[in-house]
Every structure is written in structure tokens, then in C-alpha cells.
């Protein structure tokens, strides 16, 4: 299993998206279904995810290139566990 390392988001993850996206609104969960993106040597990074959000019918809308900053961490119970500026 992977490990957590600081702000990042790992594969099956729970979200909320917490801006207003194409076909998403703002506070609807998912799970990330992707995870891509590179970390430079100079510290530098750009990771980025695409979510299936829980909306849309039954098989939800799956939308990628999303950056860590439109995404909030969340529980089962849909508690908020870390945000973005985490």
C-alpha cells in the first residue's frame, strides 16, 4: 500500500470537489480513480487527478486534470479530513 506523503491524494481516495466544475458543482463527492503528474529534483511538482464524482446517473462524471487545490479530502461519513492549504 502506498504511503501518505504530505499534501497528496492517493488512488481511492474520498473528495469533494470545492469549486464548481463542468457538469460538477461545487461539494459533490467522488474518489479518485487517477493519479499523474511529475516531481522535478529542485522540488518543484505537478501532480494532478481525475475524480469519479457521485453525479450524473448511475455511473457519475469522471473529470481529470484536476489540481490539488479543487479537492478536499473526506471521510465515509463525508467529514471534511484535510483541505487543499492542508
Known sequence: MAKRSGNELLLHDRVVSNVD??????????????????????????QRYRVLFEVGGPNGTDVGSLSRATLERIDKKGNVLEGANS
Open 21 to 46: 466544475l463542468p457538469g460538477v458543482p461545487a461539494g459533490t463527492p467522488g474518489k479518485v480513480i487517477l493519479l499523474s503528474g511529475w516531481d522535478h529534483q529542485d522540488g518543484r511538482d505537478w
